[in-house]
């Protein structure tokens, strides 16, 4: 009788908003989304909260009946969840915080070449095993440059619809088994493109690296080092990490429509 008296208070689930803070002061009903924005909870949420891009914060006293996954951002705050809670800084590393301390700096900069160091071992992997994938989407970045912005931000988008409608529909098989292909897909897309983008960026400079570090896989190397060490400078790192991982995740997908039918049905996506 109580949980159907708390049931009918709860306040529906707001839409998925785009930008800006969401501000949760009131028993919600979940999902609760927000892409490329964050969300603040100060009450009740009965249900998911999710963050693309952004960060998730639990004020005191809140509560998450739910998971908390702030993909592109972090979690932070006293608040309770009752689910799992999970943070990828892969779209947003680093945020600029006011008040960090000196130590709070070096920890960033050693969190910095950690992450250098994982991407290069990755990348270095990617293109040992898989040369040709990657060649393919720095091939079609380098042909689509300023369309493939677009093509990710879209395959975000679509990406995100697909979450909320396999969140809200998370009582079925079906829909846990869609939630998980798309947050693989997302993954291996941000991988192969942001990989793709730091091997274009590498054979530009190219020339003008010494003799040793000319090869593919070290150029790339550096291009990724120099693309995480950047993203400690506040607002502008953060800016272009982000734009990366748009950018390389348009590029996967422009060159995935170019090698299936459905490039046919959306041509203007498609190479020329």
Known sequence: MIGLLLAGAL??????QVGGTLVVDRPTAGPVVVLLGDVRVTSAVVGDV??????????????VRGDVVALGGRTSGPGSVSGRVASEWGIAPFAATRGATRGDAASAWGFALLRAGGWVVLGSLLLLAFPGPVRSVRTQLARQRWRAPLVGALALLVWLAVVVLAMVL?????????????????????????VAVASLLGETVGRRLPLVLRGEIARSGVALVFLCVLT?????????????????????????LQRRPLALLLPSLAAR
């Open 170 to 194: 998370a009582g079925s098989p079906g829909a846990v088994a869609c939630l998980l292909l798309a947050v693989a897909f997302l993954l291996l897309a941000k991988l192969v493109g942001v």
């Open 50 to 63: 999710v963050a693309v891009g952004g960060d998730v914060e639990l004020a005191a006293g809140s509560s």
């Open 11 to 16: 306040a529906a689930a707001p839409a998925p």
């Open 232 to 256: 400690l400078v506040p607002l502008l790192g953060t800016a272009v990490w982000l734009l990366t991982n748009v950018v390389g995740i348009g590029a996967v997908v422009g060159t995935a």
